[in-house]
DNA sequence: TAGTAACA
DNA sequence: TTCA
């Protein structure tokens, strides 16, 4: 384990290429029940580039009418999210340092051209619990900085297998995703990459 | 504003 | 950096 910043926790190949393989099974499955849909801005309506699921009692979903929340229907099934598959759980219990379980897990694919801008997680209402962050897929570049937008920012290339927890002092750190490396990992059928988002909503 | 264009 |  690397500590990149306070609070920023960095598990380099914390899965190998068997149990990587093994979550992208279980992801597959969640997208099957809960199919990738793209978000978009609250107000503008403008979409993302990244498109987005989830499992777990609560997903973290965007439009332009209601903005960014948690609900427990899937925006265009309406139907409840899937549960988080126990692998996930486990990596949470092993990395997280956290009493709760989880009760959300996002679920982000980005293509070759995807992105996502500098933004902090605080749709929740527990910050005291971290968010725990698994790449599988092509590597991305990833970048991260501090609790103010204008805070100097690192970045780092985010492999498949690696893990990062962001708690403590680093829980409301802005981050994002300045590019994709297409044909860097050969895990997924296309090229992509897959970001789950393990998150403590609620506080009890 | 988890995005983007326009601009210094 | 501003705007939205």
Not at 123 to 148: H, K, M, W, Y
Not at 154 to 168: N, P
Request: proline residues 7%.
């Amino acid at each position: 384990m690397l500590l990149l910043a306070p609070g920023i926790r960095y598990f380099p190949d914390h899965f190998n290429a068997a149990a990587q393989a093994a979550l992208v099974e279980d992801i597959r499955a969640v997208v099957t029940e809960a199919p990738l849909y793209i978000p978009a801005m609250p107000k503008t309506g403008k979409e993302m580039s990244v498109r987005m699921t989830n499992c777990g009692a609560l997903g973290w979903v965007t439009d332009k009418e209601q903005g960014y929340r948690y609900q427990a229907l899937h925006p265009v099934t309406q139907k409840p999210w899937p549960a988080i598959p126990p692998r996930l759980l486990a990596l949470w219990q092993e990395v997280g340092d956290c009493r709760l379980p989880p009760e959300a897990c996002l679920v982000n694919f980005y293509s070759e051209a995807a992105k996502m801008g500098l933004h902090q997680d605080r749709d929740e209402q527990n910050f005291q619990a971290p968010v725990v962050s698994l790449s599988l897929g092509d590597t991305c570049l990833f970048r991260f900085g501090g609790i103010n937008r204008n805070d100097k920012t690192q970045s780092l290339k985010l492999k498949s297998g690696d893990v990062i927890v962001l708690g403590g002092e680093g829980r409301l750190a802005f981050h994002g995703v300045d590019r994709i490396y297409p044909g860097t990992s050969t895990l997924l059928k296309s090229s992509g990459r897959i970001n789950l988002t393990l998150r403590r909503v609620t506080v009890s």
